[in-house]
């Protein structure tokens, strides 16, 4: 299986901030990595698809970047609905794999 | 929009067999998309289950395999979980999602862009 890390398990960060979070994967996956946003009691909601993606409807201060094994999301300028937990995921093969998540909380 | 809702029992006796079914509205399951089942154990990630396309052929996580069946019923439009064998360790908010593909640069990518609400499965006696 494809193990996906994000290293932070969590990040403190104020509305506007420019916030950065990484995902590693422990082989190259090209561009097959998507990135979620979830709040609690909620499903998980597509935010980047293909790595750098915006999937439609998604704010565009929300970006992703990178390939082979190294990816970001970066969220601009933080808004009070973006206090959330984020997982990336690998599609390259199955089984589908995500990372741990990384929770973006308020400063 | 396509709409996808699980049901099932919400408590499981252990060594028993866990069964879900997510209803699809608002689309055919027979479109080219396949159909995941994706769970959470509480305060923990997301874990992929398996899939199934709409011809029947699935793909299942290894961890999981030798106790999972997901089957497809298109004269009703949904999909069906079922795990055997359950232990306090498949206590989890399931979800079942769809994963759709987009075709950039010749590439086809998947992503789950739609999701059911889930729902809470306890094993307990």
């Known amino acids: 299986d494809i193990q996906m890390t994000q290293s932070q398990s969590s990040l403190s960060a104020s509305v506007g901030d420019r916030v950065t979070i990484t995902c590693q994967a422990s082989?190259?996956?090209?561009?097959?990595l998507n990135w979620y946003q979830q709040k609690p009691g909620k499903a998980p909601k597509i935010l980047i698809y293909a790595a750098s993606s915006l999937q439609t409807g998604v704010p565009t201060r929300f970006s992703g970047s990178g390939s082979g094994t190294d990816f970001t999301l970066t969220i601009s300028s933080l808004q009070p609905e973006d206090f959330a937990t984020y997982f990336c995921?690998?599609?390259?093969?199955?089984?589908?794999?995500f990372g741990q998540g990384t929770r973006v909380e308020i400063k | 929009q396509v709409q996808l809702q699980e049901s099932g029992p919400g408590l499981v006796k252990p060594s028993g067999t866990l069964s879900l079914t997510c209803a699809v509205s608002g689309g055919s399951i027979s479109s080219t998309k396949w159909w995941s089942w994706v769970r959470q154990p509480p305060g923990k990630g997301l874990e992929w289950i398996g899939e199934?396309?709409?011809?029947?052929?699935?793909n299942y996580n290894p961890s999981l395999k030798s106790r999972v069946t997901i089957s497809v019923d298109k004269s009703k439009n949904e999909f069906s979980l079922k795990l055997s064998s359950v232990t306090a360790a498949d206590t989890a908010l399931y979800y079942c999602?769809?994963?759709?593909?987009?075709?950039?640069?010749?590439?086809?990518?998947?992503?789950?862009?739609?999701w059911g609400q889930g729902t809470t499965v306890t094993v307990s006696s």
């Open positions: 082989q190259s996956i090209g561009m097959y």
């Open positions: 995921q690998q599609t390259y093969n199955t089984p589908r794999t």
């Open positions: 999602a769809r994963e759709g593909s987009s075709s950039t640069n010749l590439s086809y990518y998947y992503a789950m862009d739609v």
């Open positions: 199934i396309y709409h011809s029947g052929r699935t």
